[in-house]
């Protein structure tokens, strides 16, 4: 399944990764694909901010492109925040441990395409593409019924659509 929308500002992409923070759960990922500087990083740093709130930790997230992981502990799970862009190997995606983070944890990885077979089934699949300064075109794609309620909510919220 596929829903696309246009995030219009800065304001926009926040209000998007609070909602896909109030949404996710251990055992869900999201892949964030787009070329650099398409706010794949803005959009993980919101959400991750957005659910440390939940427990009142403020955390600086910065991008993990060179640590290529951060992990984030909140109540009852992890936040996994992963760059794959620097990654040489998909071996080192199992000496990290985020084959078994997919089963345990929420999971926001950029550059999904590194993950080869290791990629989730049941991610929601969130490609996001400039389209000037401000705005973003964002393309949702899912499998897995468990997202068809938060992309209700994204309708509902009234991104507009493509």
Sequence with gaps: MQHSFVLSSMQDTTRFGQLLAENVV?????LLSGEVGAGKTALARTCIQARLAEIGAIEDVPSPTFTLVQVYELTNTQIWHADLYRLTSVDELYEL???QAFEE?????EWPDRLGALRPEGALSVQI???DD???RVLL???DRKWDSTIALIEYLNF???
Excluded: F, K, M, Y
Aim: charged share 30%.
């Design 97 to 99: 441990g985020l084959d």
């Design 134 to 136: 401000d705005q973003r």
């Design 129 to 131: 593409d400039t389209i």
């Design 105 to 109: 944890d929420i999971c926001l990885i």
């Design 26 to 30: 251990a055992g869900d990922t999201i």
């Design 160 to 162: 507009p659509s493509e």
């Design 141 to 143: 794609e899912w499998s």
